[in-house]
């Protein structure tokens, strides 16, 4: 499952990845080339919370390799379309193939884990290594043969649909487990401020996503190589952020990471936008440490929280709140093209620590075939984190 989720998310990497060159090979604006993110978040955004709510009904293992196929296919014609409409059409149906996977995913990704935050690491190291991948796959494919290269970003869809289809089996037999999750009680409030937390680091994750290819060629001096390299810490951070993340949680609690990793995350990103020089790369590795190491635990909190819609959980914490993000990616690109790249980042500073004040108070929900926690010296570890 984790590499069929590498496979997919290698779409939503993509359509960061592509900016540069729609910027160079068609001149689109800052504002346009934005417009592609959103293009791929608004209709995903909408429709996530209804694939979400269907999983929760019903067993859709088959959904899983049609939703590869569909998000490879939107991004694979997006270099060949005639004209920005159709290339912001394309690509927004690729972003309906990555909502449809994700809720599905995550509750067949759940039951396997049976409620192990390192196991849902690892399978949300999946997606992040997909995005760590996007940029050097573009760069490979579109770098040598030019946007008209592009239906060559097909083939990770077609390995992604037989990985997926090979596991439909698995997927099904989770189905029955499901009378586990209608038990306890769900906690909207809690859920919802932490929909919020994430929505605020994913507009700070798109936004650098999106830019910050562009930005570190301006810092720095250098060409494509040196955009692509800052894109590539960025995600690929995300291959030991996400592992590591479960493994600290199981230790120290999720709260109690995730909170840290929101107070890293301020820090870092006024270093990508305010320290000069090479020296931004290790800003953005330490960004891309501060966004990931709470990955999955979004996933596993969100899903605790509403035992009784672990779906539409999945869809939220994994999906609609994800990209919200590229929902403000136009506020960022008309900013930058009314000033300045630099002060169009600078508010993404703030984002992290807003995001850090929804989580002040929060508790730790009760995990699948747990007891609620008891308070103790856990709970009296997580009121601490939280002042």
């Given at each position: 499952m984790s590499l069929g989720h590498a496979c997919v998310d290698v779409y939503q990497g993509a359509v960061a990845a592509l900016v540069p060159y729609f910027v160079a090979e068609r001149a689109y604006s800052y504002a346009a080339a934005s417009g592609v993110v959103?293009?791929?978040?608004?209709?995903?955004?909408?429709?996530q919370p209804l694939f979400g709510a269907l999983t929760d009904r019903w067993a859709m293992p088959w959904l899983l390799p049609l939703s590869a196929l569909t998000g490879g296919a939107g991004v694979a014609l997006s270099g060949v379309t005639g004209s920005y409409a159709l290339?912001?059409?394309?690509?927004?149906?690729?972003?309906?193939?990555?909502?449809?996977?994700?809720?599905?995913?995550?509750?067949a990704a759940r039951a396997a884990s049976r409620g192990s935050h390192t196991a849902m690491g690892w399978f949300s190291l999946g997606g992040n290594v997909g995005f760590a991948l996007a940029p050097l796959l573009v760069a490979a494919v579109v770098a040598t043969g030019g946007l008209g290269?592009?239906?060559?970003?097909?083939?990770?869809?077609?390995?992604?649909?037989?990985?997926?289809?090979?596991?439909?089996?698995?997927?099904?037999?989770?189905?029955?487990?499901r009378e586990g999750e209608g038990v306890g009680t769900d906690d909207w409030p809690s859920f919802l401020r932490l929909s919020g937390a994430i929505m605020c680091r994913s507009v700070v994750f798109v936004g650098l996503s999106a830019f910050v290819s562009l930005y570190v060629r301006q810092r720095t001096g250098g060409g494509e190589a040196a955009g692509t390299a800052a894109l590539c810490v960025l995600y690929a951070g995300g291959a030991v952020g996400t592992v590591t993340g479960g493994r600290l949680a199981e230790r120290y609690g999720r709260l109690a990471v995730v909170r840290r990793a929101y107070t890293l995350s301020v820090l870092a990103v006024?270093?990508?936008?305010?320290?000069?020089?090479?020296?931004?790369?290790?800003?953005?590795?330490?960004?891309?440490?501060?966004?990931?190491?709470?990955?999955?635990?979004?996933?596993?909190?969100?899903?605790?929280?509403?035992?009784?819609?672990?779906?539409?959980?999945?869809?939220?914490?994994?999906?609609?709140?994800?990209s919200v993000g590229g929902l403000a990616a136009p506020a960022v690109g008309a900013l930058a093209d009314a000033t300045s790249l630099r002060t169009a980042l600078v508010p993404l500073i703030v984002l992290p620590a807003l995001g850090r004040l929804?989580?002040?108070g929060l508790r730790e929900p009760a995990s699948p075939g747990r007891a609620a926690p008891a308070p103790g010296p856990s709970d009296q570890r997580s009121r601490t984190a939280s002042a």
């Open positions: 959103l293009a791929a978040s608004l209709l995903s955004s909408v429709v290339t912001l059409a394309v690509v927004a149906v690729s972003g309906i193939g990555v909502a449809a996977y994700h809720p599905e995913a995550a509750r290269a592009s239906p060559l970003l097909f083939v990770p869809a077609v390995v992604g649909a037989a990985l997926c289809a090979a596991v439909r089996s698995a997927a099904g037999r989770g189905a029955a487990e006024a270093g990508v936008v305010l320290v000069p020089g090479p020296s931004v790369y290790l800003f953005v590795a330490l960004t891309s440490a501060g966004l990931y190491v709470p990955f999955s635990l979004h996933v596993t909190l969100g899903q605790d929280y509403l035992p009784r819609r672990v779906g539409t959980a999945s869809g939220v914490t994994l999906g609609l709140a994800v929804l989580l002040c």
